[in-house]
């Protein structure tokens, strides 16, 4: 699988900030209003478009109904970029935009400029595309799945996608017309249909200079079929995928310039081909991206979970272990122990080392730790999580361990643990206890 | 400190049951998107979402040539000028040449399920056959007016009285004469 695409969390899930990405720029660049003033009775809803009322439609299709669809696509879209709740809104994109893309070939025709992107945004929600690069991700310490098919597959199924489009494409064109639709006059024919109106998004004039060079077009029109058919090598022959996809994008800027069509959705969905892991990996070598990843390393690094860790020791089981020279941080131990519902046993880490294995006494200065009955280790807002849940304050534990909750938890806990001083400025707390 | 071999496998074991299920979650994905996506390709048929790419192509059963438009204003200044609708409606960026025609053929009169509307307007005239061509095309036309005329400053000349759809023919065999005038919508602002 690897040899074929990149098979990790982190590449799937950039695949999805990509694609998410793409269409929520496009959503946030378009006057939803506007399309809102469009006659209704216009409309002619397309396949699945069809099991909706003219009453929901009526509704629909005015500024502020349209503007709702506007506001809760950009929301969707926004949150599965960013992967934050992706289970969920992986799937309310893919169903919004299914839905907003079947409104707009309502009123046109059946465009499949977006049609890939739409397949990709299925597969996206159907996957576990929120395991790397997401805010989900950000409070896991593991990976769900190991490395390998889970991820890969789900990239090589949209590659297919891409590609079946191209060689479908190439079959019809010789199905509907056959060897007609090498006749020179085909394709002057239909560049200047789509030349003639302002109607087009752009209005180039080079289509009609094609019926002089008619005598070429065969042979043009036939490297183009040839491509087509050749598509999916990129999926299975990663040297062939370069020149593929750089004659794709030749292509595509060949028919915006002598047929006013552009496919720009397409294009940018060719992102599935790139390994977006070894590109960010290249670019941590050069200077400001190199320091910010050893930054992002070194924040990250802390480990919260200890799989397989147990604390012999019973006289430790069942308490907090905390910095015990930080002053901000005893003062935040006294808190939770306001707070509790049941009093918990605390104690400064640096008198109990010995009894601490390695891994645990190396993060002992970087946040609390808190150990349970059976003696599993827990740090950080994992370790605040299992002591709120301890001491009696399950609903708030519960909170913080949701979905929703636990990225901001993580994210808030380690500002908090590592810039120490700043907050006990701001609580009005000792740093030091010393 | 210890470390836990039975929940290690006991770990494993649910990693791979996780893993087995998202196995058969991506058969039932893949089969179906690529199910319809094939059956779509046998018939030449789109049935949204499902796409059959038929592009750059033409029909060899239709009758040559094409009606296409141009989008004109007439201002208050008295200029006649073009205005290509994708600068007033990006939303229907790639479609905006489809709608106009299907709208000058009445298309959405031709559904099994009408609007109400358009219901109403085939009772009152008798039948499609004895609708105007563009029935609705004023009011798309209107649209677009509104939507330019909200775009200039009160008093400007470059405002619109008038918005104007003009249809051409070209007969699609001779690559000299492209501008058959056919008629005209017209819709006051």
């Avoid at chain 1, 896991?140 to 991820?151: I, K, L, P, S, W």
């Avoid at chain 1, 969905?269 to 930054?295: C, H, K, Q, T």
């Avoid at chain 2, 200039?152 to 918005?163: D, N």
């Amino acid at each position: 699988m690897s040899r074929l695409v990149p098979a990790s969390a982190t590449a799937l899930g950039m695949i999805r900030a990509g694609v998410c990405g793409v269409f929520l720029l496009t959503v946030l660049a378009t006057s939803f209003q506007n399309l809102g003033r469009l006659p209704v009775t216009i409309l002619r809803p397309t396949g699945i478009m069809q099991l909706f009322s003219w009453g929901f439609y009526d509704r629909l299709v005015t500024p502020g109904g349209m503007s709702v669809l506007k506001y809760a696509l950009a929301a969707s879209l926004a949150l599965s970029t960013v992967g934050y709740l992706t289970r969920l809104s992986t799937i309310t994109s893919a169903l919004l935009l299914i839905f907003y893309q079947g409104l707009l070939r309502s009123f046109g025709h059946f465009t499949h400029d977006e049609m890939a992107g739409v397949y990709f945004l299925i597969v996206l929600a159907a996957t576990p595309c929120g395991d790397g690069f997401s805010v989900d991700s950000l409070a896991r310490t593991r990976r769900r799945h190991a490395e390998g098919f889970v991820y890969g597959y789900p990239i090589l199924l949209m590659q297919s996608l891409l590609a079946w489009g191209y060689f479908s494409s190439a079959v019809i064109k010789l199905r509907v017309m056959g060897a007609g639709y090498f006749n020179p006059d085909t394709l002057p024919t239909l560049a200047i249909i789509h030349s003639l109106d302002n109607l087009h998004d752009t209005h180039f004039r080079l289509a009609f200079l094609l019926p002089e060079a008619s005598a070429y077009l065969p042979v043009a029109v036939g490297l183009i079929v040839v491509w087509e058919f050749a598509f999916p090598l990129a999926v299975v022959w990663r040297r062939a995928r370069v020149w593929i996809l750089s004659v794709g994008v030749l292509f595509h800027f060949s028919t915006l310039f002598l047929m006013n069509i552009f496919f720009p959705y397409t294009l940018a969905m060719y992102l599935v081909f790139i390994d977006w892991e070894s590109v960010s990996n290249r670019l941590a070598r050069v200077r400001p991206w190199r320091g910010l990843r050893e930054w992002w390393r070194d924040f990250r690094g802390v480990p919260e979970e200890f799989d397989g860790v147990k604390i012999a020791d019973t006289s430790l089981r069942e308490s907090l272990l905390w910095d015990g020279d930080c002053g901000f941080c005893g003062a935040m131990v006294g808190r939770l122990q306001r707070l509790a519902r049941r009093p918990f046993q605390e104690r400064p880490s640096r008198t109990v080392e010995e009894k601490l294995p390695d891994e645990v006494r190396r993060a002992a200065r970087e946040q609390m730790h808190w150990i349970d009955a059976d003696g599993a280790v827990t740090g950080g807002s994992r370790a605040l999580v299992e002591l709120l849940d301890a001491s009696g304050r399950k609903s708030v534990a519960a909170l913080l361990d949701s979905p929703p909750c636990r990225p901001f938890a993580w994210l808030g806990y380690r500002l908090v643990a590592r810039h120490r001083d700043k907050a006990a400025r701001l609580a009005g707390q000792p740093r030091s206890n010393s | 400190m210890t470390s836990e071999p039975l929940n290690a496998s006991r770990n494993n074991s649910t990693t791979r049951h996780a893993e087995r299920r998202l196995l058969r979650r991506y058969v039932v994905l893949s089969v179906g998107l690529f199910a319809p996506l094939v059956l779509s390709f046998v018939f030449i048929r789109n049935v949204y979402p499902v796409a059959v790419w038929k592009v750059m192509l033409l029909d060899p059963e239709a009758p040559r040539g094409r009606t296409y438009f141009i989008l004109r204003g007439e201002t208050v200044g008295g200029e006649t000028i073009d205005i290509p609708p994708i600068n007033l409606m990006g939303g229907m960026y790639g479609r905006t040449w489809w709608m106009a025609g299907a709208t000058a053929a009445n298309s959405s009169f031709k559904l099994g399920s009408l609007h109400p509307e358009n219901a109403r307007m085939l009772a009152e005239v008798g039948g499609v056959e004895r609708l105007p061509r563009g029935a609705r095309l004023p009011e798309l036309i209107r649209v677009w007016g509104d939507i330019y005329n909200e775009r200039q400053p009160a008093g400007s000349p470059r405002r619109l009285k008038a918005m104007r759809l003009d249809a051409y023919r070209w007969d699609g065999v001779r690559f000299d004469d492209y501008e058959q005038f056919v008629e005209s919508w017209r819709a006051e602002l």
